[in-house]
C-alpha cells in the first residue's frame, strides 16, 4: 500500500507523490523544483515517474529530476523525451508490491494515459474535479469514450487529476444543472476546502457521477439543458458531449 500527496506546482498544477517507505513516485512532473524540495524534506528517493501526456506542464520537470535521480523509471507514452519505460493500454507494471495498470484514455491528447492502481487513478487531464479536459488532438467523441471507459471503474475509485479546477467547473456545471442539489452541496464542501487553501481532490467516482455533467450526458436534465444552448434536438450522448465541451470552453 501506498500513500499520495499532493505537490503543488505552477499556479494549479498538482504533482501526486506516491510514497512508500523511503521510496517516492511522481505523476506529471511539470516543475522540478517544488518536487525536489518535497523529496528531499521528506528525505525520499525518486524511484519513478508516470507521464499522462506530453503538455510541457506535465513534462517540464523530468530532464532536472534525472540528473538528480538517474535511476528512476519514467513510464510513459512512447516519443515524449525522457520516457525510458514506454507504456500504452493495457501494460502492467508493479512498484514495491503495488500492481499498475495502463489505460489509453485520448482526447485531451492523442497520447493521453491514466494509471490505475490500488482502486486509484491517476487520470491527468482527462477527467476533473465536476469537469473534464480540453479536447485539444483528439475528437469530442474520442474524449467521451475515454470517460466512458473511466466511469466504468467501481464507484469507489478515487481520481487524482492533474489541475485543481474544481469550482469553477461546479459553477458551470450548475448552469447546465441547476436544480441538482448533489453539486449545491458539493460546491459549499469545496469552497470550504479551497478558502483554507486545502485541494477538492482526490474526488471519487460515485461523487463524479452524481456532479460532473460530463459523465451525466445520458441524464434528461442534461440533455435538455445542452438542447436549449444548441437551439435543436440532440441524438445522442456523444452529441451532447459535444456541446457541453463547447459550451465550456466559453463559459465565464
Ligand atoms: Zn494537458
Ligand atoms: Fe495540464
Request: charged letters at 20%; glycine letters at 8%.
Amino acid at each position: 500500500m501506498f500513500t499520495v500527496t499532493p505537490v503543488r506546482a505552477f499556479a494549479d498544477n498538482y504533482i501526486w507523490v506516491l510514497r512508500q517507505d523511503t521510496g517516492a513516485l511522481a505523476v506529471d512532473p511539470g516543475d522540478a523544483a517544488p518536487l525536489i524540495a518535497y523529496l528531499q524534506h521528506n528525505r525520499l528517493a525518486l524511484q519513478g515517474i508516470l507521464l499522462t501526456h506530453h503538455h510541457a506542464d506535465h513534462t517540464g520537470g523530468i530532464a532536472e529530476l534525472l540528473r538528480l535521480w538517474p535511476q528512476a523509471t519514467v513510464y510513459g507514452p512512447a516519443g515524449i523525451p525522457g520516457v525510458n519505460e514506454p507504456v500504452m493500454d493495457g501494460s502492467r507494471f508493479h512498484w514495491k508490491g503495488a500492481q499498475f495498470e495502463v489505460m489509453a484514455v485520448p482526447g485531451h491528447t492523442l497520447d493521453h494515459l491514466a494509471y490505475l492502481a490500488e482502486g486509484k487513478l491517476f487520470c491527468g487531464d482527462t477527467l476533473f474535479g465536476a469537469g473534464c479536459g480540453r479536447v485539444f488532438e483528439g475528437t469530442p467523441a474520442m474524449m467521451r469514450d475515454s470517460l466512458a471507459k473511466i466511469a466504468a471503474l467501481p464507484d469507489t475509485t478515487r481520481f487524482f487529476p492533474a489541475h485543481e479546477y474544481t469550482l469553477s467547473n461546479l459553477r458551470f456545471a450548475l448552469a447546465v444543472e441547476p436544480d441538482n442539489e448533489e453539486i449545491l452541496l458539493r460546491q459549499t464542501v469545496d469552497q470550504k476546502q479551497r478558502a483554507m487553501e486545502l485541494p477538492t481532490l482526490p474526488t471519487e467516482l460515485g461523487l463524479e457521477k452524481t456532479t460532473n455533467p460530463f459523465l451525466r450526458c445520458h441524464v434528461d436534465s442534461v440533455k435538455k439543458s445542452a438542447e436549449a444552448k444548441a437551439g435543436h434536438a440532440l441524438a445522442d450522448e456523444t452529441e451532447v458531449f459535444t456541446v457541453l465541451r463547447e459550451w465550456k470552453n466559453h463559459f465565464a
